[in-house]
T-cell receptor, first 117, second 113 residues
Framework: AQKITQTQPGMFVQEKEAVTLDCTYD???????LFWYKQPSSGEMIFLIYQGSYDQQNATEGRYSLNFQKARKSANLVISASQLGDSAMYFCAMREGWGGGGNKLTFGTGTQLKVEL | DVKVTQSSRYLVKRTGEKVFLECVQD?????MFWYRQDPGLGLRLIYF???????EKGDIPEGYSVSREKKERFSLILESASTNQTSMYLC????????????FGEGSWLTVV
């Protein structure tokens, strides 16, 4: 079974609009973390936002917020006021556990976001 | 500023060649990782290392090996490159404690002909 599922291979949004990128996850570990990364066409992976499984509040970082619904096992990324520079591939990722190699990430297949004028 | 540097951005190698992909981080991180990225498959973990000379297999280690002789350097080795190893390779590093941000290099595009 997929541990991280991103069901939207591609999304379009108009500049200045908000957009939600979906991510669902599957784990039986009570301790986990969820990450979102942005990958522009140049290839580098840029860390955007992190949510821990015990965090009470949804994470926010500037125009990025994470809509964390633990019971539904979803961790959607919301980008407010989209900009042309937001056009990129977006990956959701999960870390499970805390011991040993507990910083390994499992990635979803990504969502390609295109922001239009 | 955080820096993970991959030595080559673009490589073209022949089938059967031994290929070295080098990664260096300047943040004194304990953990280092090698991922492979393919369209429609996302990033998949090849190997990771949580200390010098320590390594663990990831999800797709077949056809690859790694070396970590110094804390700042993590090398990915393709002993005998094959065309199905044509891909984008990403190196990453993080502090040892889980929950810390994982930083990525810019990626190495490898083509095996």
């Amino acid at each position: 079974a997929q541990k991280i599922t991103q069901t939207q291979p591609g999304m379009f949004v108009q500049e200045k609009e908000a957009v939600t990128l979906d991510c669902t996850y599957d784990t039986s570990d009570p301790s986990y973390g969820l990450f979102w990364y942005k990958q522009p066409s140049s290839g580098e992976m840029i860390f955007l936002i992190y949510q821990g499984s015990y965090d009470q509040q949804n994470a926010t970082e500037g125009r990025y917020s994470l809509n964390f619904q633990k019971a539904r096992k979803s961790a959607n990324l919301v980008i407010s006021a989209s900009q042309l520079g937001d056009s990129a591939m977006y990956f959701c990722a999960m870390r499970e556990g805390w011991g040993g190699g507990g910083n390994k990430l499992t990635f979803g297949t990504g969502t390609q976001l295109k922001v239009e004028l | 500023d955080v820096k993970v540097t991959q030595s080559s951005r673009y490589l073209v190698k022949r089938t059967g060649e031994k290929v070295f992909l080098e990664c260096v981080q300047d943040m004194d991180h304990e953990n280092m990782f090698w991922y492979r990225q393919d369209p429609g498959l996302g990033l998949r973990l090849i190997y990771f290392s949580y200390d010098v000379k320590m390594k663990e297999k990831g999800d797709i280690p077949e056809g690859y090996s790694v070396s970590r002789e110094k804390k700042e350097r993590f090398s990915l080795i393709l002993e005998s490159a094959s065309t199905n190893q044509t891909s984008m390779y990403l190196c990453a590093s993080s502090l040892g404690r889980p929950g810390n941000t994982i930083y990525f290099g810019e990626g190495s595009w490898l083509t095996v002909v």
